[in-house]
């Protein structure tokens, strides 16, 4: 376990480089499923030989990773929320980013979760048994280390089996172009949006409803923060949806029994500023165009769809990789055009 800023300086400054190029592979570890506020409590990194842990919890400054990282090249699996920690965490994101999921389903792999992938490749079967555990915690169990590292420890070798076999297949500028474009989502993607209480499911409720939604969003995340526990905790979103149409239609709300009386007691005053809420303070609902569909426009999805199945089928491939059928619906609509929507290589692939 590295635990001060020294300490990871030292590490960082001692890993050797493949071909002049820096190659690491990393994971992390957060408590979201315990905190209100989701922190970074471990990463696990290897450059080929150690797998160490970092303990973010104890380093009072990271500097030192995220120097390394920005011009390394950095493989992961499943790269999105790791991606999504470390640009919290240093602003800015490794300038590659390889992900061993993209590349074994480009490979054709039908289960590709990193055990099933280290059971594929490895034969060598991980416990599962500190999926959910609170990495908030000091000191870690034994038990916990030995599952986080492992989550590392086989990501170099297998990166280079994968690359191998890609090549083998002319899949490997699939791979490298599939990965810059998960890259660029992460980097793009806005973390700050000021609606985040239009959930699923939000789509279905009038004005009043959506209002409803909104100040019982509200409450929920100040209930979460003061608990210091994550808000589905609290109550679900699916929860929050039925209470907000119920709400919306006049009718009582019947509330867990097992919520505290200060709670509920915040809860009926929410509920009272809400008969009093102006109609000009409802939220508006999103104005969303229905997209016109015809028969001529649905031969054209299903046509396109039929020549991807086809080509998934010879390639052994997801057909969804290739293209999902909303893509292929908002071209065939003329929402979108081909190379706005696709990669190079699935355009080469569907010839649009």
């Not at 376990?1 to 992390?28: E, H, R, W």
């Not at 315990?34 to 696990?44: N, P």
């Not at 950095?74 to 994101?93: C, P, Q, S």
């Not at 492992?150 to 990166?159: A, F, K, S």
Request: glycine content about 6%; aromatic content about 8%; hydrophobic content about 40%.
């Amino acid at each position: 376990m590295i635990s001060s800023s020294s300490q990871l300086q030292t590490f960082l400054s001692g890993c050797d480089n493949k071909d002049g190029i820096k190659v690491c592979a990393i994971d992390t570890e957060a408590d979201s499923l315990h905190r209100y506020r989701e922190s970074l409590c471990l990463i696990q990194f290897t450059a080929g030989h150690d797998c160490v842990l970092i303990d973010p919890l104890a380093i009072d400054s990271l500097k030192p990773l995220g120097t390394y990282l920005k011009d390394a090249t950095v493989w992961m699996h499943g790269a999105d929320y790791d991606m999504t920690m470390l640009k919290r965490e240093f602003g800015n994101l490794p300038e590659t980013v390889y992900d061993t999921q993209i590349g074994a389903r480009l490979l054709g792999v039908k289960k590709f979760g990193l055990g099933d992938l280290v059971e594929h490749y490895f034969n060598i079967i991980l416990l599962k048994s500190s999926q959910k555990a609170d990495w908030g915690k000091r000191p870690l169990s034994e038990k916990m280390i030995d599952y986080a590292l492992n989550d590392v420890r086989y990501l170099l070798e297998m990166g280079d089996i994968i690359v191998a076999r890609l090549k083998e297949k002319g899949r490997y500028e699939w791979f490298t172009e599939s990965c810059e474009a998960a890259l660029r989502k992460v980097a793009d993607r806005d973390d700050c949006k000021d609606d985040q209480w239009r959930i699923s499911g939000s789509g279905k409720l009038d004005p009043y409803g959506l209002a409803c939604l909104r100040a019982l969003w509200n409450w929920r995340d100040k209930e979460a923060e003061s608990w210091d526990r994550p808000s589905f905790m609290v109550a679900p979103n699916r929860q929050l949806i039925e209470w907000s149409i119920s709400l919306a239609d006049k009718k009582k709300i019947d509330l867990p029994s097992h919520f505290r009386s200060d709670r509920v007691k915040r809860f009926k005053e929410i509920l009272a500023e809400l008969h009093t809420l102006p109609q000009a303070d409802w939220p508006e609902r999103p104005i969303s165009t229905r997209r016109k569909r015809d028969r001529d426009f649905d031969q054209r999805v299903d046509a396109t769809i039929a020549k991807r199945n086809k080509i998934a089928l010879g390639l052994d491939l997801d057909g969804s990789l290739i293209a999902s059928r909303a893509v292929l619906e908002s071209i065939a609509a003329n929402e979108s055009q081909p190379d706005e929507v696709l990669m190079k290589w699935q355009l080469a692939l569907l010839d649009l």
